[in-house]
């Protein structure tokens, strides 16, 4: 746990850094690439690569170049498992693109097309708009095509690369074994006309329908189908072929000039499928090739994350329970070489902490003026859409959580009033301005959601229509005496938070009973157990009016 930051942490010199060696391209056009296979729920943080791209682009066009950003799906990957919850035989399907295989839920046309949609459906909250390429489309383009039979061409040079590259700390046996099956090796795969097969076998045991032989003068390529059998020799134009894993990122750079590409550790290690690319764009596509920009993990909860065993936590999930603008600023604030670790039941406490930041930017609150610079750089690139002219007041998170969970016993009505009450209260202001009402609602919906997802049992409030019989039962003179005495506190027209926090000791101490004592009575009475939020201000959630009504139902 050692590389996680501290929460108030930031260190943002990266953004400069990257930006930087961007910039050093020098170019009309920059482009910033991402990509992900759709292989089942993208999670949230494969969403870490797509919030560098987007801040990489903003400051670039701040800069006044010409900027943009671009998510490439890869389901023209063949399917290697299934994620659970996927009933489609994976005997039957393995080893075919994601394109081909149908949507076993109806709504997309195809599997990939289905987690892809689901993933790309949440970019705008998130205030991401790369242009969106699927591969399967790409492969049919003439670009694309011609990338293929530049590598096809250059068979030799890719498998000097390869040797280099993948065999570089095999032992000798290895090696041996590696170069020799090298020697007729071809950096592209058949779809079998006859079965669909991009591959046979799954995970651990695979064997692609590499290509055989290729005809540089006739372009006729021979394959075998590992799948089925089928053997053929075809021109190059009459097959759909791909490009093996470690060359089609190559070639996906050089056909659409990629200035910059994020990849996380897995790739980007030295000497790893990045750096094979690089040397592919060098030596075969004589060019450059991308700004390679490595980032380290994200786990959630101190886990990670894996689409193939369903571990995931889907930016779907972070919208229903948090705002998008907190979870850009968790990417920013940490260096790229860091894990994040995100911990859904912090929500409420980070909500507070980049509220604070907030107010810190609009200048509401003193204390920013060693961190104006940070401030001025962080906040507008965590802003989905960048910083408003004017702030918006916000409902604290914590308010809402309790809040929201009163709806049912004081009505939508009365929460929706009290909470605007709370936002009047809290920043000072007569009137909600434009914009507040609708955050405000939208962070009550995920506050509930929240609480019932990631809350604990002290988050957890339950206040029944009625005081539970054993509760009214159980209630001694003393308690009875205190109670009463409560309802006298509580007569005054307003009474704040403070004053009844203060009421309730008073009011013990007069009736003879302990302070904890009085304060389980009142929790047992409000909410039938013998711990709650703190009273003075649930109280005043509640109404005074109806936390009489109540205690006068037990007396
Ligand atoms: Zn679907
Ligand atoms: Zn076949």
Redesign the pocket.
């Known amino acids: 746990m050692s590389n996680i930051p501290h929460e108030e942490e930031y260190s943002i010199h990266w953004i400069r850094q990257v930006v930087d060696s961007v910039l050093e391209r020098d170019v009309p056009n920059y482009l910033i690439s991402t990509g992900k296979s759709p292989s089942g729920s993208i999670h949230i943080g494969s969403l870490r690569e797509l919030i560098i791209a987007d801040v990489i682009k903003r400051q670039l066009q701040q800069l006044g170049k010409k900027a943009k950003t671009m998510f490439i799906v890869d389901d023209y990957d063949p399917v290697r498992s299934f994620p659970p919850g996927i009933s489609l035989p994976l005997k039957e399907w393995a080893g075919m693109p994601y394109s081909d295989v149908p949507?076993?839920?109806?709504?997309?046309e195809s599997?990939g097309?289905?987690?892809a949609?689901?993933f790309i459906d949440t970019f705008s909250e998130f205030g991401l708009a790369p242009e969106i390429v699927w591969t399967h489309e790409l492969y049919e383009k003439k670009e694309m095509q011609d990338a293929v039979r530049i590598c096809l061409e250059n068979t030799e040079v890719i498998r000097e690369i390869m040797i280099e590259f993948v065999a570089h700390d095999f032992d000798e046996e290895q090696k041996k074994q590696y170069i020799d099956s090298m020697k007729t090796w071809f950096p592209a795969s058949v779809v079998c006309p006859e079965c669909g097969h991009l591959q046979a076998g799954v995970k651990g045991e695979i064997v692609p329908n590499r290509i055989t032989r290729y005809n540089r003068d006739t372009e006729e390529v021979t394959f075998e189908c590992q799948a089925c059998g089928h053997t053929d020799t075809v021109s190059r134009s009459d097959l759909r072929l791909k490009l093996t894993w470690r060359i089609d990122w190559p070639a996906k750079w050089y056909i659409f000039k990629v200035t910059c590409e994020p990849a996380g550790k897995d790739h980007a290690v030295k000497g790893g499928s990045y750096d094979t690319g690089l040397e592919v764009s060098k030596r075969v596509f004589g060019w450059s090739g991308p700004v390679k920009v490595p980032y380290e993990w994200v786990q959630i909860g101190g886990h990670d994350m894996t689409t193939s065993k369903g571990v995931v936590f889907r930016p779907k999930t972070w919208l229903s329970v948090a705002p998008p603008q907190l979870y850009r600023f968790l990417m920013l604030k940490t260096d790229l070489q860091r894990t994040i670790n995100v911990r859904p039941e912090r929500i409420p406490d980070m909500c507070d902490e980049y509220e604070r930041f907030e107010r810190l930017y609009y200048r509401l609150d003193d204390g920013a003026d060693t961190k104006r610079e940070l401030i001025e750089l962080l906040y507008p690139l965590s802003e989905p859409n960048g910083a408003r002219a004017t702030y918006i007041p916000k409902l604290p998170f914590k308010y809402a959580v309790l809040m929201s969970q009163l709806q049912d016993i004081l009505g939508r009505e009365t929460v929706i009033e009290r909470c605007e009450d709370a936002i009047k209260k809290q920043h000072s202001i007569k009137r909600i301005p434009k914009g507040a009402q609708s955050l405000m609602t939208i962070r009550l919906e995920q506050a509930r959601n929240w609480v019932e997802q990631f809350g604990s049992a002290t988050d957890r409030i339950r206040v029944t229509p009625e005081v539970p019989i054993e509760v009214r039962t159980s209630l001694t003179a003393s308690d009875r005496s205190f109670l009463s005495g409560m309802v006298r506190v509580l007569s005054p027209l307003s009474i704040s938070d403070d004053e009844i926090q203060a009421a309730v000791f008073q009011t013990a101490r007069d009736s003879g009973l302990s302070e904890k004592q009085a304060f389980v009575v009142l929790y047992r009475v409000l909410v039938s157990q013998k711990y709650g939020p703190r009273l003075g201000s649930f109280i005043n959630m509640l109404g005074k009016d109806w936390v009489v009504h109540r205690i006068e139902s037990v007396l």
Do not use: A, L, R, T
Request: with cysteine; hydrophobic share 25%; glycine share 8%.
């Open positions: 949507d076993e839920f109806g709504c997309h599997f097309s289905h987690w949609n689901e």
